[in-house]
């Protein structure tokens, strides 16, 4: 069965510093999203993005973050110099049709765990 | 009011058991309605899609009661394997974003 794959899987950073987070979507999904999960908090919708550009954000995802799609199948969120409260696991998700996610599953990956130190 | 609540539990049942959980939402445009499964540390997986008409999938229903404004998950004959954190989720048409409720712990004890 396909999968999304993200990378590393635990990344850990000191304060002030940049990461960037990679995701392999589903091949033939066009619709990829970032969340992150606080430890023992529920998960957060970041980002959404369709044909090469941001179609949704949430109040979270700021001038820190930027996502990209660099090459036809990684999808990046980077975050400039992070924050402690920047801490969480980050996931990954696509899905082949629009949003809302309807009759169309967005299968999530297993996340990246980011400590800031 | 949050967005989307749940009770978080734990609930911890006996296998066999029937177990029902609620989530109520606060927006009256919210339009899909799902229920996802998480386990400790892993990603969310979609278990099921709420309809009005109420749905079934195994030992699973979810019903969605738009006028009360909440949405039930109802497991039957429960197995160990059903332990987990169940995620109530809810897509807000108007604003475009997808809303998770916190989760609600369910433990199955043998």
């Known amino acids: 069965e396909p999968e999304v794959t993200q990378t590393p899987s635990h990344q850990v950073t000191q304060m002030g510093q940049e990461v960037i987070l990679r995701c392999v979507p589903i091949s033939n999904h066009l619709y990829f999203y970032w969340y992150r999960q606080i430890l023992g908090q529920k998960v957060e919708f970041l980002v959404s993005f369709y044909n090469n550009e941001i179609s949704e954000k949430s109040e979270i995802f700021d001038d820190q973050f930027s996502v990209e799609r660099p090459d036809g199948s990684n999808f990046t969120l980077k975050i400039r110099s992070t924050k402690l409260e920047d801490s969480a696991m980050y996931f990954c998700?696509?899905?082949?049709?629009?949003?809302?996610?309807?009759?169309?599953?967005?299968?999530f990956g297993p996340g990246t765990r980011l400590t800031v130190t | 009011r949050k967005e989307v609540e749940q009770d978080p539990g734990p609930f911890n049942v006996p296998e066999g058991a029937t177990v029902a959980f609620n989530c109520t939402y606060s927006n009256s445009a919210s339009q899909s309605f799902f229920w996802y499964r998480q386990d400790c540390r892993k990603e969310p997986k979609l278990l099921m899609s709420v309809y009005s008409s109420g749905n079934e999938d195994g030992r699973f229903t979810a019903q969605l009661n738009r006028a009360s404004q909440y949405i039930s998950l109802l497991i039957r004959d429960s197995k160990l394997s059903d332990s987990a954190t169940y995620l109530c989720v809810v897509w807000y048409s108007s604003a475009s974003k997808i809303i998770f409720g916190s989760g609600t712990r369910l433990s199955i004890r043998p």
């Open positions: 998700a696509s899905s082949e049709g629009p949003e809302p996610p309807g009759d169309y599953e967005q299968y």
